[in-house]
């Protein structure tokens, strides 16, 4: 099955939002605490994800993030 998934990056509020076709939304914070993020994300510019649904951020300076779901999730 196709899930078809749009994924909003916003630095400057530090938020990605992942909107789905059915038009429910999930918000999730780049902000140290939150998310397993020992310090915040700086500048997040690049987000994707794959068939895994694992999320991937590239952020400045040259740091990569991946996010993969838990059990719980």
Not at 7 to 33: C, F, P, Q, T
Not at 55 to 66: D, H, K, Q, T
Request: include cysteine.
């Amino acid at each position: 099955m196709l899930r078809t998934h749009y994924k909003l990056n916003s630095h400057e509020s530090a938020v990605v939002v992942v909107s789905g076709l059915d038009g429910g939304r999930k918000v999730m914070s780049l902000h140290r605490g939150l998310c397993g993020l020992r310090s915040d994300i700086p500048q997040a510019e690049g987000i994707t994800s794959d068939d895994r649904d694992t999320l991937w951020i590239v952020s400045e300076p040259n740091l990569f993030y991946r996010f993969t779901r838990t059990a719980a999730s």
